[in-house]
């Protein structure tokens, strides 16, 4: 029965298109499909062999390498298991999903597992000229939810400092989605105003306002059947956050100047480096938005929680600054592009750097020692003397008065207080001038205090 059951399976599969193979329990291929042999193939036989030796160059299973093991963790289960892993291709490494499959007997036994196979084209694990680079586990944690939420249509969220490339993993969101044909609109929400907001975002008719002379569609009728981001969503002023809670909660919006109310039709991904909780939590952004945006947050890591990542970076960044300079077009200058490279010193100095400003500091200094460099190496000296590096931000002095969390105010005067009082030289009349109230009432509010 087994055996007519791998006949039926191998015959199902070698007609799909996706890369797929079949396994044992024991790691070992049974067989694989005409597509995983055209695009995971390395010209010899896989029947035979182990998965992880093909995919990973492994000689033990990848949960005893450092790797999450779907195959193990289907068995253990008994459900289809995904992950992303590198693995090796004709073309080098490459990020791949994987989805495990158990295939169960006529008497529900488990007999094999089908592995799914599907290259990220959103992410190079190794120097690219677009999207996004990287391959440290900051990187691929970040990666696998932008896989997860891709094909949904739920609301992201992405966190993170200024730098780290929200824009295009909001990108990379778009692109692996099922609205990948349709357009991907950006909006920078850092200093709307009201009206600019409304216009830009709902579009106006003809004569809504002094020099209206045509209706113009808004981003949300450009972004229709696509993806809207709103990039700095914390910086929008909490009467912009009602119109575009009202947009989100009824899917319609109204040009300005118009009568009608028009269906919305986009995904939306917004972003911001701001912590949206704790503006919550100072009533600066509304309760009811920031769970309309928040059902699935992506926190994208500064380059400090992928340091591994900076070399293959600014590799990266060296070949798309020599390419926005126009050098790709001739094939002299390819051929000069080709050996543009960093020195080791220079590379280990980049990876050895802290970047306040992440991916966008990184960028600054590539562009410049490309600017610097004449021949085909960017060396150390290239990058050290335009190096702008910030002096650390200064934390409290000690002793001075300081809070790390948001208080009423009848606590922050509390606090105060009783940290004003302690200061020395300051007796109570003198206290109570620098404060800038009289002795009663000063005495007034120390006794209130000490009734607390």
């Not at 947009?247 to 949206?276: C, I, M, S």
């Not at 100095?349 to 966008?360: D, T, V």
């Not at 060396?379 to 590096?389: E, G, K, M, N």
Request: hydrophobic share 40%.
């Amino acid at each position: 029965m087994t055996a007519h059951l791998l006949s039926e399976l191998i015959s199902f599969l070698d007609g799909l298109p996706e890369p797929r193979i079949v396994m044992s329990a024991d790691y070992r291929i049974v067989a694989a499909n005409a597509a995983y042999i055209r695009e995971f193939g390395d010209g010899t036989p896989l029947a035979g062999r182990m998965c992880y030796e093909v995919s990973h160059r492994f000689d033990v299973p990848c949960d005893q390498a450092g790797e999450s093991c779907p195959l193990k963790l289907s068995l253990e289960d008994g459900n289809p298991q995904r992950v992303l892993h590198l693995h090796h291709t004709p073309h080098g490494e490459e990020h791949v999903a994987v989805e495990t499959t158990p295939i169960r007997d006529d008497e529900g036994r488990i007999a094999y597992f089908v592995e799914t196979m599907r290259v990220v084209r959103q992410a190079s694990s190794r120097a690219a000229a677009q999207g996004l680079v990287g391959r440290s586990p900051a990187f691929i944690a970040m990666l696998e939810k932008i896989l997860r939420v891709a094909n949904s249509d739920a609301a992201v969220v992405l966190l993170g400092e200024t730098g780290t490339g929200k824009e295009l993993v909001a990108r990379a969101i778009h692109e692996a989605s099922a609205r990948e044909e349709g357009p991907f609109v950006a909006v920078d929400c850092a200093g709307m105003t009201e009206t600019l907001f409304e216009s830009e975002l709902f579009g106006y008719e003809k004569g809504a306002f002094t020099g209206a002379t045509h209706r113009k569609p808004g981003l949300v009728e450009a972004a229709s059947g696509g993806t809207l981001f709103l990039d700095e969503i914390g910086e929008l002023p909490l009467s912009l956050q009602v119109k575009l809670l009202r947009l989100l909660e009824t899917g319609t919006y109204r040009r300005v100047g118009g009568l009608d109310w028009l269906p919305a039709d986009f995904r939306l991904v917004t972003a911001t480096h701001r912590d949206l909780r704790a503006m919550v939590q100072a009533e600066t952004f509304r309760r009811d938005l920031y769970f309309r945006i928040n059902t699935f947050p992506i926190h994208t890591p500064a380059l400090h929680e992928r340091s591994g990542d900076i070399p293959l970076l600014a590799i990266s960044l060296l070949e798309r600054v020599d390419r926005k300079a126009g050098r790709r077009f001739s094939p002299a200058a390819l051929e000069w592009l080709a050996g543009r490279r960093f020195s080791p010193a220079a590379l280990e100095w980049l990876a050895g750097r802290r970047y306040s400003g992440n991916i966008r500091e990184l960028r600054n200094l590539v562009e410049r020692a490309s600017l610097l460099a004449d021949g085909e190496v960017i060396d150390l000296p290239h990058l050290i003397d335009l190096a702008d590096d910030l002096p650390p931000e200064a934390g409290p002095a000690a002793g001075s008065f300081a809070l790390n969390e948001v208080v009423s105010l009848a606590t922050l005067e509390r606090r105060y207080l009783a940290w004003a009082r302690a200061r020395p030289g300051l007796d109570a009349a003198r206290l109570a001038e620098r404060l800038g109230v009289s002795p009663r009432t000063l005495y007034r509010k120390l006794q209130g205090r000490a009734a607390d």
